[in-house]
Antibody, heavy 119, light 107 residues
């Protein structure tokens, strides 16, 4: 059974960076894409970007290009997402999720990581 | 970017009702349309992938249809555990945009 376990909640100051991890177990990590999706309080879901670990290059929604970096470590089956230059509006729950294959639907999700940006 | 528009934004229904939620894409996405259910404080759960394929373990009262730009999610007989927010998502091209969500509430 595939499991994605994310790192814990973070409180960050505006202008700083945050790094969220997503450790996979129970499946083949390298060949499935991992996406990152965020949800601001009371709002909908927003796809930020993703990575296929075996290829190692992230692709990003234009909105996040240059401010978000997605990486993966095949040796530890862990994906990472760094958001820099944090703004108050980056306060959200951040989820990682696994692409299930050709359909690119996301079948397994992490539990979510709350990132709060506050001075 | 492909825009996804769901309707309605909210819906009140009773246990046993048949409910349909629609999702429209701003351009053709073939059958690259997925549906998710989300309950408060929980991660989304995949219900339907590639427009009409039921994810393993999802009850058969859920069904999906459509192709191109217009899609529907149908719940044939609402159960108490179905009251949640539902999102469509296109996986045809990046960024893989979501609809704004449909909140299904108890009447």
């Amino acid at each position: 059974q595939v499991q994605l376990v994310q790192s814990g909640a973070e409180v960050k100051k505006p202008g700083s960076s945050v790094n969220v991890s997503c450790k996979a177990s129970g499946g083949t990590f390298s060949s499935y894409a991992i996406s990152w999706v965020r949800q601001a309080p009371g709002q909908g879901l927003e796809w930020m970007g993703g990575i296929i670990p075996i290829f190692g290059t992230g692709n990003y929604a234009q909105k996040f290009q240059g401010r978000v970096t997605i990486t993966a470590d095949e040796s530890t089956s862990t994906a990472y997402m760094e958001v820099s230059s944090l703004r108050y509006e980056d306060t959200a729950v951040y989820y990682c999720a696994r692409d299930m294959g050709l359909s690119h639907a996301m079948d397994y999700w992490g539990q979510g990581t709350l990132v709060t940006v506050s001075s | 970017d492909i825009q996804m528009t769901q309707s309605p934004s909210s819906l009140s229904a009773s246990v046993g009702d048949r409910v349909t939620i629609t999702c429209r894409a701003s351009q053709s996405i073939s059958s690259y349309l997925n549906w998710y259910q989300q309950k408060p404080g929980k991660a989304p759960k995949l219900l339907i992938y590639a427009a009409f394929n039921l994810q393993t373990g999802v009850p058969s009262r859920f069904s999906g249809s459509g192709s191109g730009t217009d899609f529907t999610l149908t719940i044939s007989s609402l159960q108490p555990e179905d009251f949640a927010t539902y999102y469509c998502q296109q996986s045809y091209s990046a960024p893989r945009t979501f609809g704004q969500g449909t909140k299904l509430e108890i009447k």
